[in-house]
């Protein structure tokens, strides 16, 4: 935040946190509103920032779903073969089960969350996978739908069946979907979650086809496959986001019966295009979310997860991850989610209530 003057400001900060917590308690939170059409609002959740209260109750407050950031992955879990620790995973569940929050499961097999005691650059065989997935399926009936596969379609055109990764086969994720179904008893929905689908190029165009190839293969392999979780990573410049592109590929995933989410959504600035100017950043940002709100909702998609609630925890300011690295003058211009680093709510806030607020119910699916 700019320092003015600090005593101005703290009153403009105080008077703007009395009026948006006097708002907030006036204002439905989007958890009110999604629910009133029939549609679910998340959050990846960092679940070391649950013992927070603030962030605890920005939670609480607008999602309906969550998802656990980290903490439900296999090399999180089964750090050393044999020994699960559920520690941080049971944190997560009963938080949510604490506020009615309903859980997805992110997710059982991942080329980057392979354990260390495993060799990292091939897919481990069925009969090492199955006591992982057992044991965390087991744990966590309730969980309302597991990403069994991750990021398995390859960056780069292998020439393979559906260009997979790694040692990966049709066959091999045949089994690992039908392995879920069985461990699942049928309660949760198996979802495959994949990235870089939402624009034009012939990149994403290839990626696009290759994940409907594959999603077709796996429904008609009867392995309890029920859905696709588009991550939704994207970047504010239309060329990235092609919404005419995503309602055809949406509309051809919805042919194979299959349900459609946005499992990870959070909008960032090309760091050539930020303006050198908060607010405008956040008013860019909020126009996105809303457009592809908008965009999603009117295909049917009516399940939508932010990868994070506020700024202060996103994956995009770890400097493992951050696109401006080597530009640190733009750090403080990520703000790609909802609320910021002070758990205010920003322009993202208030066009994702609007979009979910402005929108017709939607269809109850059969
Ligand atoms: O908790 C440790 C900490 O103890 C240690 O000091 C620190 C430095 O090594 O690492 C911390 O763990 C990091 C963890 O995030 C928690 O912050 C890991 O190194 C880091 O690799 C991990 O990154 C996560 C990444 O997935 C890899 O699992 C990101 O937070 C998470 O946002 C990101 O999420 C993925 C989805 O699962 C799949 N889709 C893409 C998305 C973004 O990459």
Redesign the pocket.
């Known amino acids: 935040m700019r320092m003015l003057g600090c005593f101005s400001l703290s009153c403009v900060a105080l008077s703007a946190q009395q009026s948006w917590a006097q708002r907030s308690t006036a204002r439905r939170s989007i958890r009110q509103v999604a629910r009133a059409k029939g549609r679910l609002y998340g959050a990846?959740l960092?679940a070391e920032y649950l013992d927070q209260p603030e962030y605890a109750a920005i939670v609480a407050r607008d999602c309906n779903i969550a998802v656990a950031?980290?903490v439900f992955?296999w090399g999180w879990v089964e750090s050393q073969q044999g020994n699960f620790n559920f520690e941080l995973s049971d944190k997560v569940v009963s938080f949510c089960q604490q506020h009615n929050i309903a859980l997805r499961g992110?997710?059982l097999l991942?080329h980057?969350?392979i354990p260390d005691w495993l060799p990292r650059d091939a897919f481990p065989p069925l009969e090492l996978i199955e006591p992982w997935m057992r044991a965390i399926m087991q744990r966590y009936p309730n969980v309302v739908a597991w990403d069994v596969v991750?990021?398995v379609i390859d960056d780069q055109d292998n020439g393979k069946t559906y260009n997979l990764r790694l040692n990966a086969t049709p066959e091999y994720l045949r089994d690992i979907y039908r392995l879920a179904k069985r461990l699942s008893n049928g309660k949760s929905e198996l979802v495959y979650?994949d990235?870089g689908t939402e624009g034009s190029s012939s990149w994403n165009l290839k990626r696009q086809k290759y994940i409907v190839d594959l999603l077709k293969y796996l429904v008609d392999q009867d392995t309890g496959i029920s859905g696709f979780g588009i991550?939704s990573?994207l970047r504010t410049n239309i060329s990235e986001v092609d919404l005419d592109s995503m309602r055809l590929f949406i509309r051809a995933i919805r042919r194979l019966g299959l349900r459609v989410y946005a499992t990870?959504l959070d909008f960032l600035i090309p760091f050539e295009m930020v303006p050198r100017d908060v607010d405008r950043v956040d008013r860019i940002i909020a126009d996105a979310y809303q457009r592809y709100l908008d965009m999603l909702f009117s295909e049917g998609v009516d399940v939508v997860l932010t990868?994070?609630i506020t700024d202060k925890s996103t994956?995009l300011r770890?400097p493992?991850?951050n696109p401006y690295n080597g530009h640190p003058e733009l750090f403080p211009f990520i703000r790609p989610l909802l609320y910021d680093e002070q758990y205010q709510p920003k322009a993202a806030y208030d066009a994702v209530l609007q979009s979910f607020s402005e929108t017709p119910a939607a269809k109850q699916l059969s």
Do not use: L
Request: charged residues 20%; glycine residues 4%.
């Open positions: 990846a960092a950031e980290n992955k992110h997710c991942w980057s969350s991750n990021e979650n990235y991550q990573h990870e990868w994070g994956w770890s493992e991850y």
